[in-house]
């Protein structure tokens, strides 16, 4: 029950510890604010900015989710299709690797040559940056349906789509769900790369214009709002992950 | 009896197989309907090519492979499986996992839907026979190794299959567990009209439960020896202990230990 209690707590422990110290450093080593802001400068920064930091902020939300919920669709789709056939696999990994490894800020003019400045191309980005861990892990949950599973109902006369959506999407679950917590981080990268490159609105682009304009403090309060709103949006799809795949987790190291 | 397995001279090579040596080699052998017949031999010997053969996993390069007077050219659809490993699908509750081949298998597929009740029914009776009454709706991992083995056997006999293939169902147990489930595996064929092919490296296994033992060579695999076994039924677990049935034993292991030297 201690070691429990602990447990709940230590985030929040290490988290006010980690801005103290940073807050100490700064006045000790007395560093120019215009370096690097005490944490208490950039609170007071994101009150002074609350309403334009939240009206981007929510915008940066918008985008991120669309390009995830884009994401989630296309590449459920796409897993599917890859883990259930060995060919579509062989075939068409090395155009999605080479396409993951392409930096996503560098097809962000692409897509303001094809959409203009606006809210596609964020969406876009967030979509094209997240999509690849959830085909990757879907299609591997699919692929390794073990093979006295599959002779137990391919015996029966199942059909390989019998095969599949009784036992290879389910059993894909757990990995895709753990992939929803690395592409929903992704995506909300992606969405602030598009913002500052391609958007007139929004904390991608708040950040470009405040870094142009040297307010230092702003630029900080914008990144603490990104920090706070990327673990929100973690934490919302790991308990997601929990409530639908429980039954995954339950070894001794997961309790 | 008519003749219900017929594995007619086949040789088969795996598609996959690198150095082209045949997993089976002229293999024969004949299965009467009803009848539990064990096989055994070294490991590597080509037994779980012989069950793939059966129930047409796996197409035979040469010779026929003929079940229920049909010769095989795709899954046989009448046949029940269970593994060393249960397979048990951990997102469903054990009697989903009893239930599973009702979503595959017609006339069962269509009518599971509106006749649940009346499945669930017998797969509770099933339950029952192999000891897991009202066990039904936890999950396999709360269940221990023998019972999720049982609750396997569940599975394979549930959409009363016509062939019940075992492939070294007992392999992981400990050995109070196995005799406990060689006596539920005795009852379940005595009283379902099922035949039955155990996979085994177990001798005293293949000596308690057959009708008729086969040993297999080492690969490429034929069958060297064929045996019947004599002992009245219901056999009882002494029976292993007595000198009949050590000698059968005794008789069983020279003729694998021939096979392997044989390799």
Same mark, same amino acid.
């Given at each position: ?58 915008? %940066? =939300? ?6 995830? +919920?884009?994401?989630? &669709?296309?590449?459920?789709?796409? #897993?599917? @299709? !890859? ?101 929903? %981080? =992704? ?6 790369? +598009?913002?500052?490159? &391609?958007?007139?609105?929004?904390? #991608?682009? @708040? !950040? ?48 | ?263």
């Amino acid at each position: 029950m201690k070691t429990k209690n602990q447990l709940a707590i230590a985030p929040y422990i290490f988290t006010i510890g980690f801005f103290l110290l940073w807050e100490i450093a700064c006045r000790v080593l007395s560093i120019s604010s215009f370096i690097l802001p005490t944490p208490s400068t950039i609170m007071l920064a994101v009150w002074e900015y609350r309403s334009q930091l939240a009206f981007h902020a929510m915008h %940066t =939300l918008w985008m991120t989710l669309a390009g995830f +919920g884009l994401a989630v &669709a296309l590449g459920l789709l796409l #897993g599917m @299709l !890859l883990g259930s056939s060995r060919l579509i696999n062989a075939g068409s990994y090395p155009l999605l690797v080479g396409f993951n490894s392409i930096p996503k800020v560098a097809v962000v003019p692409i897509l303001v040559f094809w959409f203009g400045v606006g809210w596609v191309p964020p969406v876009l980005t967030a979509f094209l940056i997240s999509f690849f861990p959830i085909v990757v892990n879907v299609a591997t949950g699919i692929a390794t349906v073990e093979p006295e599973m599959e002779d137990v109902l391919r015996a029966l006369g199942a059909s390989k789509r019998d095969i599949v959506f009784k036992v290879g999407v389910p059993r894909a679950m757990p990995y895709f769900f753990g992939s929803l917590k690395v592409a929903i %981080t =992704l995506a909300y990268v992606g969405s602030v790369i +598009g913002e500052q490159n &391609a958007s007139n609105v929004g904390i #991608g682009n @708040l !950040l470009t214009r405040a870094s142009a304009a040297f307010e230092v403090p702003l630029v900080w309060a914008a990144l603490v709002v990104l920090a706070v709103l990327g673990v929100v949006m973690y934490a919302m799809t790991a308990y997601v992950e929990n409530a639908m795949t429980g039954w995954a987790q339950r070894s001794q190291m997961a309790a | 009896m008519p003749v219900f397995v017929d594995i007619h001279n086949v040789t088969h090579v795996y598609a996959r197989a690198e150095d082209g040596v045949p997993a089976v080699q002229n293999l024969t052998i004949r299965i009467n309907e009803g009848e539990f017949a064990a096989i055994v031999g070294p490991s590597g010997c080509g037994k779980s090519t012989l069950m793939k053969l059966a129930t047409g996993l796996q197409f035979p390069r040469e010779g026929a492979v003929i079940v229920d007077g049909k010769e095989v050219s795709a899954p046989v659809k009448l046949a029940g499986m269970a593994f060393q490993n249960p397979t048990m699908l951990p997102w469903r509750t054990t009697l989903d996992n009893i239930l599973l081949p009702l979503e595959i298998v017609e006339p069962h597929r269509s009518r599971l839907r509106r006749h649940k009740a009346e499945y669930v029914a017998k797969a509770e009776s099933l339950l029952e026979q192999v000891g897991l009454k009202g066990q039904g709706h936890k999950f396999p991992w709360q269940l221990s190794g023998g019972m999720q083995q049982r609750a396997s056997l569940c599975r394979a006999l549930i959409h009363e299959p016509k062939l019940l293939m075992l492939d070294e169902p007992f392999g992981a147990l400990d050995s109070f567990t196995r005799e406990e489930l060689w006596c539920v595996m005795r009852d379940l064929h005595a009283a379902q009209k099922v035949t039955i092919i155990l996979v085994t490296h177990d001798l005293r296994e293949a000596a308690f439960l057959a009708d008729r033992i086969f040993c297999m060579s080492a690969r490429p695999g034929r069958i060297v020896a064929e045996r019947e076994v004599t002992f009245p039924r219901p056999r009882d677990l002494e029976i292993t202990y007595s000198p009949e049935f050590s000698e059968l034993v005794h008789e069983l292991r020279g003729h694998i230990a021939q096979a392997r030297k044989a390799a």
